[in-house]
């Protein structure tokens, strides 16, 4: 055995030039399957976080009111409804118009406060510059905007206060992301509390509020069942609702979807297994060829045939191997630089999501045990057909 390795060893040297073609081919194709499987995974994990961190479990759109009371409202619940409420947000989210540059707009604009602030940064970073440190600094998409604004430029923003006048203030632009974590319509600017709170002369007054619940698995039904009492004690209280959505909601619409890219994976391996196990079929046919002599004179030195076959398998096994780790070595590669460079992949004009990659140790094995298992597929049949001939005749 130990000089049937040495054999493999000496050989995978020996024959460099179609250990080369090998290991770029393997290389290549486990990259390729690493991105889809990096992606997918990552679309899988964080869709569900991502719509509930935007928004929270049930969300409610009113005309502006006094958050106390909303509280007060919220107290009023059912015993069992307000013990299911983790956390209550409360903020503002409103369209302004942008003029600066010789550029105008209208956009969304919404705050970033200390209670929002980790789940915002939980998924977005700015492309260039930083998040507002200090007064008048303001954070501009470059997602889906006619304008295109730089790191210092400065812009106005036009709204009406809560009290309907019109009101602008002056910002310096201190950093530009891709997007807003799912809010705004995934390409809203962001501004400090303090300035919202300028901008709408009102600190108190908010026209977004949004609940987490403390269960993350319950059933539709006691979700609606909140969202509606609620809804119920707004127009008791006469205030206005605009609008109110539930994550539970949104993600089981999306079921569809999600189920999707949990088959990816699968699809991608259907597809791509023919398409790999041609090239390998053709490099193990073209080099068995041209190795004939070589296996004809191990056959005349007595080498039985499973062990010829092991011979040669082994060093094709080995060369898979060795292509298979550098091309997860590229995946990883590539997956720390498109985080390092906050790259965003934008599928239209309207929806758009960070490039980031999972990888997890159970792909690993699928994505090694694939690759050998092609190879395997291909390995004996070529060597058997030069082994059935007679040695040296053609």
């Given at each position: 055995m130990m000089m049937l390795w040495r054999l493999i060893f000496r050989n995978t040297i020996k024959h460099k030039m179609s250990s080369m073609v090998f290991v770029l081919v393997f290389s290549i194709a486990t990259l390729i399957i690493y991105w889809f499987f990096g992606f997918f995974n990552y679309l899988i994990e964080n869709v569900e976080i991502l719509i509930r961190d935007g928004y929270g479990d049930i969300a409610f759109q009113i005309d502006y009111t006094d958050k106390n009371k909303i509280q007060h409202i919220i107290k009023n619940l059912p015993p069992e409804m307000e013990s299911d409420i983790k956390e209550t947000f409360f903020e503002r989210e409103i369209r302004v118009m942008v003029d600066g540059q010789d550029k105008s707009t209208v956009v969304p604009v919404i705050e970033m406060t200390e209670q929002n602030k980790n789940l915002i940064l939980k998924h977005i970073?700015?492309?260039y510059?930083?998040?507002p440190s200090k007064s008048e600094e303001i954070v501009v998409s470059s997602f889906n905007q006619s304008t295109t604004y730089k790191l210092g430029d400065d812009i106005f923003l036009t709204t009406s206060t809560t009290k309907r006048?019109?009101?602008?203030?002056k910002f310096r632009v201190s950093g530009?992301?891709?997007g807003s974590a799912g809010k705004a319509y995934g390409y809203g600017y962001i501004i400090s509390k303090h300035d919202m709170d300028l901008l709408l002369n009102s600190s108190d007054e908010h026209n977004l509020f949004y609940l987490f619940l403390k269960e993350d698995h319950r059933s539709a039904k006691e979700v609606t069942d909140i969202q509606n009492k609620i809804i119920d004690l707004l127009k008791a209280n006469n205030i206005t609702l605009q609008s109110s959505w539930s994550a539970y909601k949104t993600i089981n619409d999306q079921a569809i979807y999600f189920e999707v890219f949990k088959r990816m994976k699968l699809i991608l391996l259907v597809f791509i297994f023919p398409l790999i196990g041609l090239v390998v079929a053709a490099i193990v046919w073209m080099y068995s060829y041209k190795r004939r002599k070589e296996i004809w004179t191990y056959h005349s030195l007595g080498l039985q045939k499973y062990k010829i076959i092991?011979?040669?398998g082994g060093e094709y096994l080995l060369i898979t191997f060795i292509g298979t780790l550098i091309g997860l070595a590229l995946g990883e590669m590539s997956a720390l630089i498109a985080d390092k460079n906050n790259a965003w992949l934008s599928f239209s004009y309207t929806v758009s999501t960070a490039l980031r990659f999972k990888f997890?140790?159970?792909?690993?094995?699928?994505?090694s045990a694939f690759m050998q298992i092609i190879v395997i597929l291909w390995i004996e049949k070529p060597i058997s057909r030069i082994l059935k001939v007679p040695p040296f005749s053609f």
């Open positions: 970073r700015p492309q510059g930083q998040f006048i019109i009101n602008a203030l530009i992301i891709r092991l011979a040669i997890t140790l159970v792909d690993y094995f699928l994505v």
